[in-house]
């Protein structure tokens, strides 16, 4: 599974030596905490930094910030968030802790390479993780952010079963509250979406008592 991350541009002392700038800190389950308390998944030992100051968080589709009613503040692109407020992430957004540390957000499904090479006149489904690109006959289609990453999965397993589990420990943290009906609307949802650009076949089969499979149109 791709996780997103932080790379550090500025840090002020005393933390600096500890995360110098150009290192990577990868978001490997959200919500993401980040503060001064030893529960947070980014302990940052500065005085202006609250205990829970800040956390990222995966809100259906997209990624965002929610400032932690910190005392100094928590700022994105420069422009401070209210208290308990929550911004959406675009890659490449800064994103600053009080006076502590500056940090850029990755996205770990956006490429700045642009590529047009494509299977032409293709029937069935193809799928590029590093562009995050989903043709069906040729057609490009939209899915939403956690839909992509189920059928990639699936993609990339094609004709095996995958687990409930599996897709539980890639889409979900450990910190959600989990239940089976969660992920099955989570399938369902992704083949609403894929019929409605293939009526006449079902990309994803479902395995009494196993999980599901990826089945590409013959």
């Known amino acids: 599974m791709l996780h997103p991350q932080l790379r550090i541009e500025q840090v002020s002392p005393p933390y600096e030596q500890f995360l110098p700038p150009g290192a990577l800190v990868t ?29 990222l ?12 009613a ?21 890659n490449g957004d800064t994103l600053q802790i009080a006076s502590a540390l500056r940090m850029l957000f990755i996205d770990p499904f956006f490429t700045q390479q ?12 193809w799928l590029d993780s590093s562009l995050q690109t989903v043709l069906i006959d040729s057609e490009q289609i939209s899915l939403p952010l956690q839909q992509f990453q189920l059928l990639a999965l699936l993609f990339g397993r094609a ?6 589990e599996e897709i539980a420990q890639a889409l979900w943290s450990t910190d959600v509250a989990l239940t089976e009906q969660m992920i099955d609307n989570t399938v369902s949802r992704l083949r609403a979406n894929l019929q409605n650009y293939s009526v006449d076949h079902d990309y994803i089969l479902t395995v009494r008592g196993r999980g599901y499979r990826f089945v590409q149109r013959p």
């Open 70 to 90: 910190s005392r100094n503040g928590t700022l994105v692109n420069g422009v401070r968030l209210a208290e308990h407020e929550r911004r959406r992430l675009q």
């Open 57 to 68: 968080l995966l809100l259906d589709d997209y990624y965002a910030v929610e400032d932690l």
């Open 114 to 125: 642009n590529s047009d090479v494509r299977p032409m006149g293709m029937r069935g489904l």
């Open 27 to 55: 978001l490997v389950s959200l919500p993401f905490a980040i503060g001064r308390g030893f529960t947070n998944q980014l302990r940052i030992e500065h005085p202006d930094v609250s205990r829970r100051h800040a956390c």
């Open 159 to 164: 004709g095996n079963v995958v687990t409930r």
